[in-house]
């Protein structure tokens, strides 16, 4: 069961307990407003996943932002599975892929074409908008082998990844939410000298209440024959609240790490009393291995093995975590 604390106007202190700190997802509740969600700071996981790979800056802010908001809903299952977030589209970012399997290990890397991302650059245009031009969000629920995949898809064209997701929650789940994303590079001291990080931090934020009459808002369709799902009231003042306590967020109170997940709540929150439970930690794991590589170039048939060969072996690498497995192509002559 997971330690919960009462952060009210009462204790505003909030020394009774320990804080989350980076790459934990902080679950609250605030009963009075009928409201539930989960923050986060991604701290030294994120900068140790963006700094593998290398990306052009505009790229790992997009890639920064895509892992900000897996972890914010794949933490959120239930079960033992996957949540897979992933973009296609026509832009120079034309793939970003962030990969969540429970209870803690995210994975993520980016596709772009660098000379079409360099004119850009040197244009100034660099606007999520820009970099990831049209496609789709895909956002996959995987619970593994004998199960039907769940999948959400979402327009994207001329959108934020914030917009696509408040646009996924709207239409597929019509759950009333709301998310806030924010990313940076911060200067953080060190052994030689100061060095830059990436940090990044969000919340999500959700109208859930339990009373029948206030479990729609205005712009979400009703269902067929279920009375709960009528419109009672056209303009619900505690979703309305919740939306103008979000909107004065700052970007960099999603970061900072000296205001950290439970002391941003406390700011928003603290006149309704805020409910926050303890930290769901999220670590840079990739699921990638020998053996699996082994098993799929054991399908391979001998002309694909001829065809993978390369100056005598087989190199096969991550594009998630950049990690290279080389075998012998003779290790693959037995089985054709």
């Given amino acids: 069961m997971l330690e919960t604390y009462q952060v009210t106007e009462h204790h505003p202190k909030l020394g009774e307990f320990g804080y989350a700190g980076d790459d934990h997802v902080v679950p609250f509740e605030v009963g009075p407003l009928d409201v539930r969600g989960r923050t986060v700071q991604l701290g030294p996981m ?11 800056e505009p790229v790992a802010r997009l890639l920064a932002e895509a892992c900000v908001l897996t972890v914010l809903l794949g933490t959120s299952l239930k079960f033992e599975g996957k949540f897979i977030l992933q973009t296609r589209t026509d832009g120079p970012v034309d793939m970003l ?6 209870p803690s290990a995210l994975r993520a890397y980016a596709r772009f074409d660098a000379d079409r991302l360099e004119a850009l650059v040197a244009a100034g245009e660099t606007s999520q908008q820009t970099l990831l031009g049209s496609g789709v969000l895909a956002l996959t629920i995987d619970q593994g082998a004998h199960t039907q995949r769940y999948q959400g898809i979402v327009q994207l064209d001329g959108e934020t990844l914030e917009d696509a997701a408040r646009t996924y929650f709207r239409q597929s789940e019509q759950i009333p939410t709301d998310i806030r994303l924010s990313v940076a590079k911060l200067l953080t001291p060190g052994v030689g000298g100061a060095r830059e990080q990436w940090r990044a931090g969000g919340i999500l934020a959700q ?6 009459e206030r479990m729609r808002v205005p712009d979400l369709p009703g269902g067929d024959g279920d009375p709960r799902e009528e419109i009672h009231d056209p303009a619900d003042n505690s979703w309305q609240e919740l939306l103008a306590l979000l909107g004065t967020i700052e970007p960099t109170e999603l970061i ?6 439970e002391r941003l709540l406390y700011r ?3 006149e309704h009393g805020v409910r926050v439970f303890g930290g769901v930690p999220v670590a840079d794991q990739c699921s990638c291995s020998r053996d699996k590589i082994r098993g799929i170039l054991e399908g391979f048939s001998a002309q694909e093995i001829k065809d993978s060969t390369e100056d005598g072996g087989i190199h096969v690498a991550c594009e998630f975590c950049s990690k290279q497995y080389d075998f012998d192509p003779a290790e ?5």
Avoid: N
């Fill in 256 to 261: 900072d790490p000296t205001i950290g997940a």
């Fill in 332 to 336: 693959f002559a037995a089985a054709q």
């Fill in 97 to 102: 892929v962030a990969d969540f399997s429970t």
């Fill in 207 to 212: 109208f859930l209440p339990q009373s029948p």
């Fill in 268 to 270: 928003l929150f603290h």
């Fill in 46 to 56: 994120l900068d140790a996943i963006l700094s593998r790979h290398d990306y052009p």
